[in-house]
């Protein structure tokens, strides 16, 4: 018997149509993945399960620490010795309790947010226009003074803490003693500030930021007979929101968790902070946990606040600022 010559498919018929006919016909397995539609291969699924394991590991190791100490501010002394759990036994209230009305810890916040506050406004107008004058004027010594500026950051605090020290209790008081501020005093909250009025780090981001915005925005300025000020206050300035808000999140928290600075100029008590309170629960021959786990959760919160309102901003700031270089 002869062999029957085999059907051939037209060139013409497109190649969805010939898949769809060899489906209806069962030549098509089933379950393989429709015409035009690729199907995800098993090592993507696998290598996806493993990235979101080795993600929710990696989010568990952040967060336990976190979540236990939230629990241990509404433990008793007892169960905080009774060992490691995430939940407590005993649910109190008292370790909140005593950092409000026992320890004065309102007062201590009410001091952090004053040095804070001015630390950050203080950054964010001296940083701008400090980054706004090394990235767009022109000055000899420009990059030399910018690098200067840089070089402060690797000097820790540690080291400059005596010629500061000297310059804030002998010479400072003696210079503005000469426009009338007499009995100056700077071993207190204003010397906190001063040390803080800007930092080499908010410069730096606030420069590489504007670098990054197109100079025909300051040529149309100049044109309208804007100077450099007013380019800088009514142009860039409204353009540089991401970075500000990058400055102030950054300087709110280092101002606000700060400890080496106050402990050395804040030798009033009435004008302690956060972090030199948090030293009166740590005594001599036992740890207060309840309520020192209860300051710290009280005093995370501000912070926590003010990242989740401006994450958007802030990780643009950051992003763009070292975009150019």
Do not use: C
Request: hydrophobic content about 50%; proline content about 6%.
């Amino acid at each position: 018997m002869a062999d029957e010559p085999v059907p051939r498919i037209p060139a013409a018929i497109p190649a969805t149509l010939v898949a769809e006919e060899l489906a209806t016909t069962g030549e098509v397995a089933a379950g393989t993945a429709p015409a035009g539609i690729p199907g995800r291969e098993r090592g993507d699924r696998i290598r996806t399960v493993v990235t979101y394991v080795a993600l929710f590991g990696i989010t568990a190791l952040f967060a336990i620490p976190f979540l236990w100490s939230v629990s241990t501010s509404f433990r008793t002394i007892a169960d905080t010795v009774s060992g490691f759990s995430i939940l407590p036994h005993h649910w109190t209230t008292i370790g909140y309790h005593d950092v409000l009305h026992k320890y004065h810890f309102g007062r201590y916040t009410l001091n952090s947010f004053i040095i804070a506050g001015t630390v950050t406004v203080t950054n964010l107008f001296l940083a701008s226009i400090g980054g706004y004058a090394f990235a767009r004027l022109k000055f000899p010594g420009r990059e030399a003074l910018f690098m200067l500026v840089l070089g402060t950051l690797m000097i820790p605090d540690q080291l400059r803490l005596v010629p500061l020290y000297q310059m804030l209790v002998n010479m400072l008081p003696k210079w503005v003693s000469h426009v009338g501020w007499h009995d100056a005093s700077f071993v207190n909250r204003n010397g906190v500030i001063l040390i803080s009025l800007v930092s080499a780090a908010s410069l730096f981001l606030m420069r590489q930021y504007f670098l990054t915005i197109p100079r025909d925005l300051e040529e149309a300025a100049k044109l309208d007979g804007a100077g450099y000020f007013k380019t800088y206050w009514r142009v860039m300035l409204p353009l540089a929101g991401p970075a500000l808000a990058a400055v102030a999140i950054l300087t709110f928290q280092g101002s606000w968790n700060s400890l080496f600075w106050p402990a050395v100029l804040l030798q009033s008590e009435s004008q302690h902070t956060i972090p030199l309170g948090l030293t009166y629960f740590q005594q001599v021959y036992t740890t207060l946990w309840p309520q020192l786990m209860a300051a710290s959760v009280t005093a995370i919160l501000p912070i926590l606040v003010l990242f989740v309102f401006f994450q958007r901003y802030f990780v643009a700031g950051v992003a763009a600022s070292g975009v150019k270089g």
